[in-house]
């Protein structure tokens, strides 16, 4: 079974500064890790994922995101924040045997910018 | 364009009536599937379809019922069984690759349910 945590339900940064946000996840096979975001009354829209092959990966808007296998984590960070980039983010977790159906998702994490 | 067309957008029920929140895509996808999210537990699998005339339940089916008759409608019913339905809801599509746990999924704009 696998699972993901996401550290800070709500994140405030300052516009220009840097956007941190967790993700921790535990899986017993190689995991596949998104990053999708929802702006307000919105649907998700894919960031990023991760499927094995480069630990680094670049996603839309500035994004990144880095696999660190010996930290379980895929943290999303972007250097300099602007106010379009507040939006709840939501780390998921699959697997390469699974389908999309065994896709979890964390619980969420709202991203304020302060002006 | 192509995409998902979730409606209505919001829908205010009373106690004890079902409802239907309507689901439509024009991706040609052949999965598509039903999330519930309520505020800080993320997205919750209701049901999901991989082909048509076909669905299974997923992680919190029990007060929800759907169906496909036609590939690009997966309408779901939230039966006055559910216990606390209001919440909203978020349909989804993919192509299906089985085993292939890199889809990714669209969504559509979700839709609001209240119950009064």
């Known amino acids: 079974a696998q699972s993901v945590t996401q550290l800070g339900s709500h994140v405030s940064v300052s516009e220009g500064a840097l956007v941190l946000l967790r993700c921790n996840y535990s899986?017993?096979?190689?995991?596949?890790l998104f990053w999708y975001v929802q702006y307000p009354n919105q649907g998700l829209q894919l960031l990023l994922k991760?499927?094995?092959?480069?630990?680094l990966v670049k996603g839309i808007n500035g994004f990144e995101a880095e696999f660190k296998k010996s930290e379980t984590s895929f943290h999303l960070t972007k250097p300099s924040a602007h106010m379009s980039d507040a939006a709840e983010y939501f780390c998921?977790?699959?697997?390469?045997?699974?389908?999309?159906?065994?896709?979890?998702f964390g619980q969420g994490t709202r991203l304020t910018i302060n002006p | 364009d192509g995409g998902i067309t979730q409606s209505p957008k919001y829908l205010f029920r009373k106690e004890g009536q079902n409802v239907t929140l309507s689901c439509e895509q024009n991706?040609?996808?052949?999965?598509m599937y039903w999330y519930r999210q309520d505020p800080g537990q993320g997205l919750r699998l209701i049901y999901y379809?991989?082909?048509?005339?076909?669905?299974q339940k997923g992680d919190i089916a029990e007060g929800y019922s759907v169906s496909r008759e036609k590939k690009e409608s997966f309408p779901l019913t939230v039966t006055s069984a559910q216990k606390n339905p209001t919440a909203f809801y978020l349909c989804?599509?993919?192509?299906?690759?089985?085993?292939?746990?890199?889809?990714?999924?669209?969504f559509g704009a979700g839709s609001r349910l209240t119950v009064l």
């Open positions: 989804a599509s993919s192509i299906p690759r089985p085993g292939d746990g890199a889809n990714v999924l669209t």
């Open positions: 899986s017993s096979v190689p995991p596949y």
């Open positions: 991760y499927t094995s092959a480069a630990t």
């Open positions: 998921a977790v699959s697997a390469e045997d699974q389908g999309a159906q065994k896709l979890v």
């Open positions: 991706l040609n996808h052949d999965a």
């Open positions: 379809s991989q082909i048509v005339n076909d669905f």
